[in-house]
């Protein structure tokens, strides 16, 4: 894509890796505007940068997303590339996953049903403008799902797949299709504290950058692009590996069982 004169939505663009996309999108001379559930987070980032614009939207709303697609097409008419980052993450053991099921469900609707109807939404305005990109931030856990983040996992594999299948219908139209699988990186998702084991995320989101300069549609960082080419066996040593070091280091998520 195209990496200035841009006028781009991130949506949760207020923290981690879309405040870091947002920051590197306004220092290259785009004009962005964020979006998030969170008020204060919203402020604060555009205390730190004032150039951005701000919208509180909350993506696993239907009426939220559209909503925001109106304000964003008035007031930003010349917007031309959709970032999907917004997600959160719930570790989920299905031994006793007795919560209410719109707890389990509301990662659906975030992580998934929020990326699919804003791009429908915003497909049509996307195809007025001269060149244009919807930006998918999926995840590694999209090609080797972590066990304890099942339905997580489930909805970037989701992300993974509508992407493709994006990329394959906008073939041959101005709207570029691009995917990003970021590994571990340390940020606030699942709960502040979490992720401190990822990659720094200045380093992350510009290799990221260098990935979107060079005109890549899938970017990974530290392997999760590699993954891509895995077989089923390499998958499958990949994830219980990974199930048995979670389960090595956080003992207390079967303590109940
Ligand atoms: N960090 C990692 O290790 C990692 C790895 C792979 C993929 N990813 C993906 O990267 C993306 C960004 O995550 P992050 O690591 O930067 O986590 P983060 O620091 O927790 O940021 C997530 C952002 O999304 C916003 N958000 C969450 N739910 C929302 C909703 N329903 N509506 C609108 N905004 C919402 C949050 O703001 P509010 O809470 O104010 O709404 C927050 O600004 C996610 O899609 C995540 O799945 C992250």
Avoid at 199 to 218: H, I, N, Q, Y
């Amino acid at each position: 894509m195209k990496m200035e004169g841009n006028t781009i939505l991130i949506t949760g663009g207020a923290s981690g890796i879309g405040l870091a996309f947002a920051e590197r999108f306004l220092e290259a001379g785009n004009d962005v505007i964020i979006c998030g559930r969170r008020e204060d987070k919203l402020q604060a980032a555009k205390q730190k940068y004032p150039a951005l614009h701000t919208r509180v939207c909350d993506v696993s709303k239907p009426a939220d997303r559209e909503a925001l697609y109106t304000y964003v097409t008035s007031e930003f008419p010349e917007l031309n590339v959709l970032v999907n980052n917004a997600g959160i993450q719930q570790r989920v053991d299905v031994l006793c996953a007795t919560r209410d099921w719109n707890d389990y469900s509301q990662e659906i609707a975030a992580n998934l049903e929020g990326p699919i109807h804003l791009t429908l939404l915003f497909v049509p305005h996307l195809r007025s403008r001269e060149s244009a990109a919807v930006v998918n931030v999926s995840s590694g856990l999209a090609i080797t799902p972590a066990a304890w983040a099942p339905i997580y996992s489930a909805t970037k594999a989701g992300l993974h797949a509508f992407s493709m299948t994006l990329r394959l219908q906008l073939a041959d139209t101005n709207v570029e299709v691009i995917e990003i699988l970021p590994p571990a990186v340390n940020t606030d998702l699942g709960g502040i504290g979490l992720h401190t084991f990822g990659a720094p995320l200045d380093v992350f989101a510009d290799g990221v950058f260098d990935g979107l300069r060079s005109g890549k549609s899938e970017i990974g960082f530290g392997g999760t692009q590699e993954r891509l080419q895995f077989t089923k066996s390499e998958v499958n040593e990949a994830m219980r590996s990974m199930w048995l070091n979670f389960l090595h280091n956080n003992p207390e998520f079967r303590k109940d069982v």
